[in-house]
């Protein structure tokens, strides 16, 4: 059991999706369950000689411009301007996330709005975009003008700043900068701030958005996929992988004190039953070879939830579909759990979505805690060979018709950030 | 008079009603005062928060205040100014502002702005 006094449980009880693979709940589990990618062919700048050729899209918006004047969204989610005003495209989504995740928790704006016990952590690297926008117009007129909104629709922060204000946020508000494991300590230290008692509910938000000022850098970093083909460029775990395929989106999840959403009849998709971080010390970018810092992170999670590797059913890996980052996986898990006899399944689903980096940790707890309450297992449909470094991996390609009992969420970022959680079916 | 140092057909005003464009160029190829005053009232309508007033149709008069009457705050203010700044190529400091608090001021004070600058090419 958790090692915070108090005793206090924390619950999934609502989950918001703007994804590649669906822009509600019943697309995604849909997609998850027919292991349907949503991947599409893109061009960045107008410019065919990009090697950059497929990405993890989002359907049904239109955020490509740097004037918000210009952007649109899906009709049901009523945006008004003074709260678009300060956004950057990755708001858009993340608000009409937010939306949903109240409404499936059975929350309305008023109810969180002004309530003390209720805060928002938030996970995004900023836009890109608009601070390139922003500084190209400071240089062009020597500094002499400038968007008001600058600064607030484009820094790192731009997510919390935007939402917390138009929803009204008073228990506490911030922002996690850890690159693709943002989101994961956004639900971790989520996860503390009830367990400590000091909120009762906290919507944590994961957004990035998808363009070349967002994606192309790391095309220079030689960590993106060349292929043009959806299902050969993200496939996690094969022995032909060649990079990771970008994606934009958000994702919420409504966490909740398990006693205070009982009091209020809220309905659960799974408890978060515990999480751990530990950090690589290796590399800027690369993972440790055999995932040091991973499998601590993994020991921590699991002590803090009070499982045995056994109890783990199913793993969503970081697994971004990149040479090294999923061999260090790879290595990590089969040390933990071939060495305690266990043998989960164990998935990335970044094979149907891509990976939205600073958002990767949300979006994927929000698939398990889907998984969990409606009974399926994620598959990897990509994996034709898988890499000689799985060999005693579970890696199935089909979607398991069973829900897992106990799931393990890892994320890793840059600078040998790693993130784990394990969420647990509800027992009372 | 003539504003041809502009540009034709601004991206800013892309969007913009039909008439805001048309007196848009009417001000820009004549200088007609009234047509700016169009643009201004556009632009106003169009940087007004809607959630404080409800709906957006409501008529505009000059003597209505930014603030007290349509619900501008001063991040609704500061758009706006820039909006023109980056519209007329003009720019307008903090303090020049203090003095503006109706809409029949700012259109004024935008039409001074524009003559200043129209008598001094470089700027």
């Known amino acids: ?39 599409a062919p893109v061009q960045f700048l107008g410019n065919p000689q990009i090697p950059v050729r497929v990405a993890g899209t989002v359907k049904d918006f239109s955020v490509d411009s740097t004037s918000c004047r210009e952007w649109a969204w899906p009709a049901q989610y009523e945006l008004p301007r003074e709260t678009l005003r300060g956004m950057a495209p990755h708001g858009v989504y993340a608000f009409c996330a ?21 805060g928002m952590f938030c996970a995004s690297a900023g836009s890109a975009m608009l601070m390139h926008n922003n500084l190209a117009l400071m240089h062009a007129v020597r500094g002499e003008r400038g968007n008001p909104m600058g600064v607030v629709s484009s820094i790192a922060g731009t997510l919390n700043f935007n939402l917390a204000a138009h929803f009204h946020i008073t228990g506490a508000v911030c922002g996690f900068v850890s ?43 030689r960590a993106l996929s060349q292929q043009s083909d959806p299902t050969l460029a993200s496939r996690p775990f094969d022995a032909g992988r060649d990079g990771f395929v970008g994606a934009g989106g958000s994702v919420v999840l409504v966490l909740e004190e398990a006693t205070f959403a009982a009091a209020r009849g809220a309905s659960v998709y799974s408890e978060v039953a515990g999480w751990g971080q530990a950090a690589d010390g290796y590399s800027v970018a ?68 891509g990976h939205p980096l600073s958002l990767a940790g949300a979006m994927e707890a929000g698939f398990c805690a889907l998984a969990m309450r409606e009974g399926f297992t994620p598959g990897n449909p990509h994996l034709v060979n898988p890499d000689e470094a799985c060999a005693d991996l579970f890696l199935p390609r089909e979607t398991l018709a069973t829900g897992p009992a106990a799931v393990l969420n890892n994320s890793s970022g840059f600078g040998g950030s790693n993130v784990c959680h394990v969420f647990k079916r509800w027992a009372p | 008079m003539s504003f041809a140092n502009l540009p034709a057909s601004p991206s800013q005003l892309a969007r913009y009603p039909v008439e805001a464009r048309d007196a848009y160029e009417r001000f ?19 940087f007004m928060p809607k959630r404080n007033l409800g709906a957006s149709n409501v008529e505009l008069r000059g003597d209505m205040k930014l603030m007290e009457d349509l619900g501008y705050d001063s991040l609704a203010v500061a758009e706006t100014v820039f909006f023109f700044e980056d519209l007329f190529k003009v720019r307008i400091q903090n303090t020049e502002l203090l003095s503006v608090h109706t809409i029949g001021e700012l259109q004024k004070f935008v039409m001074q702005k524009l003559a200043e600058s129209n008598n001094t090419p470089s700027a």
């Open chain 1, 1 to 39: 059991m958790s090692s915070f006094p108090g005793g206090r449980r924390v619950l999934i009880t609502g989950l918001g999706f703007i994804t590649p693979i669906g822009n509600d709940r019943a697309t995604v589990s849909a997609s998850l369950r027919a292991g349907k990618h949503g991947l």
């Open chain 2, 28 to 46: 820009r190829t004549t200088g007609d005062v009234e047509a700016l005053s169009l643009v201004i009232l556009a632009a106003v309508r169009d």
């Open chain 1, 98 to 118: 937010v939306q949903q995740a109240l409404a499936d928790a059975g929350l309305k704006p008023v109810d969180v709005a002004n309530d003390d016990e209720t």
């Open chain 1, 286 to 353: 690369m993972s440790h070879p055999t995932g040091a810092g991973l499998q601590r992170a993994i020991n921590r999670a699991l002590t803090d939830a009070g499982l045995d590797p056994k109890d783990i059913d199913y793993v969503n890996a970081h697994g971004t579909s990149t040479p090294v980052g999923d061999r260090a996986e790879a290595i990590a898990l089969k040390t933990l759990f071939n060495a305690a006899g266990a043998r989960p399944a164990v998935s990335s689903t970044k094979g149907l979505t």
């Open chain 1, 179 to 221: 690159a693709c494991a943002s989101a994961s300590h956004a639900i971790g230290y989520a996860c503390d701030e009830i367990r400590l008692g000091r909120l009762k509910r906290v919507l944590v938000v994961g957004a990035e958005e998808l363009n070349a000022e967002t994606l192309l850098p790391f095309a220079a970093m």
